[in-house]
């Protein structure tokens, strides 16, 4: 899921994929540098934590999806919130409570756009 989360914001962001290896971030952007965050909904076991970034973040953007793999939501938050974050530490976990309450929602017309262009699928969700 993660690689398809990566793609899928390369698309949103028009972005540019960092090489192979590279660490902290996932690609650069007219935003800045975007680490890309995939979570899904397995049923019995969704998974919440969305892992580590760092200070090398302009942008953070976590990709949610349901339990049958399609796109639930995109998020993203800005460098100020991760900065609030990290305060004084080099990395901080980020949880997908955190990123509700701190970052936004990504309009839905964009990200289905996104998704059809990948043959993805989008889940239902109000709006």
Known sequence: MGGLAEKLATILYAGTPARPGQRGWDHEASVGRVQVKALWD???RPRRR???VGTEVDVLVAVVFDSAGAVSDVWEVERGALAS???SSSSAVVRL???RRH???LELR???AAVAHLGLHM???PD
Do not use: E, F, N, T
């Open 103 to 105: 970052g936004k929602r």
């Open 97 to 99: 409570p955190w990123v």
């Open 110 to 112: 964009r990200v289905a």
């Open 85 to 87: 974050l990290l305060g």
């Open 123 to 125: 889940s239902d969700r």
């Open 42 to 44: 397995l049923g019995r």
């Open 50 to 52: 969305l892992g580590k």
